[in-house]
Nanobody, 123 residues
Framework: EVQLVESGGGLVQAGGSLRLSCVTSGITFGDYAIGWFRQAPGKLQEGISCISRSDGHTYYADSVKGRLTITSDNAKDTVYLQMDGLTPEDTAVYSC????????????????WGQGTQVTVSS
């Protein structure tokens, strides 16, 4: 059974940082793309970052570029999302997902999802 478990969310002041973790199990970690998504109340889900485990290709949405960094740890089957310079507009539920490898993880179809972790940024 494929499982993805996010952690690291919480309440932080504007300008602060958080590091989210996505621990995977039940998949051959190196064969999958891992993406991070977020959904704020009343808004559509937004794909914000992803990493192709096969070649290390990464993607960042314009809304987070320069403030977020995605990395992976093969030994721990874990993908991290370092978030710096947070603003209240970053408040959302953040979820990770796994998808089949493709030349561009931003266009991958993601088929397995975690439950999400809440990030709240106060002003």
């Amino acid at each position: 059974e494929v499982q993805l478990v996010e952690s690291g969310g919480g309440l932080v002041q504007a300008g602060g940082s958080l590091r989210l973790s996505c621990v995977t199990s039940g998949i051959t970690f190196g064969d999958y793309a891992i993406g991070w998504f977020r959904q704020a109340p009343g808004k559509l889900q937004e794909g914000i970052s992803c990493i192709s485990r096969s070649d290390g290709h990464t993607y960042y949405a314009d809304s987070v570029k320069g403030r977020l960094t995605i990395t992976s740890d093969n030994a721990k089957d874990t993908v991290y999302l370092q978030m710096d310079g947070l603003t209240p507009e970053d408040t959302a539920v953040y979820s990770c997902a796994a998808g089949a490898p493709s030349p561009n993880c931003a266009t991958t179809t993601y088929t397995h999802w975690g439950q999400g972790t809440q990030v709240t940024v106060s002003s």
